[in-house]
């Protein structure tokens, strides 16, 4: 597995969407249920893949007494962090890409520096999860 966090993007809009949820601080699974609208299935098989990537790892359960016993908390690892990071800087370079393109007619032309600020190249698709 690589440390790269740029090796590792794209990722999935569903794990991007996790991850993100987690980078605001350690959430239990209807948490993240709530903050993201995936289905409890969809975002307990993604937390079980993302551990596994070491994305994401369990953290301590709050010693709060109105807390729910049953519930398990996750938070990002600094791996996980950066890639959410690796993968913004991506979105970032795609959006300004797409505004150069669709602000330029379409032709491909590059846009004006303070519209468009770096040349864009997309790594090729590879599914993270």
């Known amino acids: 597995m690589t440390q790269d966090p740029d090796a590792r993007v794209p990722v999935a809009p569903v794990t991007f969407h996790i991850l993100l949820a987690l980078a605001t601080g350690e959430r239990h699974g209807y948490a993240i249920m709530d ?3 995936l289905s409890a299935g969809t975002v307990y098989r993604m937390i079980k893949h993302l551990v596994a990537a070491g994305l994401v790892t369990p953290a301590t359960r709050p010693t709060s007494t109105s807390d729910d016993e049953r519930r398990r908390y996750d938070r990002l690892t600094p791996p996980g962090r950066a890639v959410a990071q ?29 519209d468009y600020h770096a040349p864009m190249s997309l790594p090729p698709h590879r599914s993270v999860p």
């Open 35 to 37: 903050a993201t609208a």
């Open 86 to 114: 690796a993968e913004t800087r991506r979105l970032t370079r795609l959006v300004g890409h797409t505004r150069a393109v669709l602000l330029m007619g379409g032709d491909g032309a590059r846009a004006r520096d303070d």
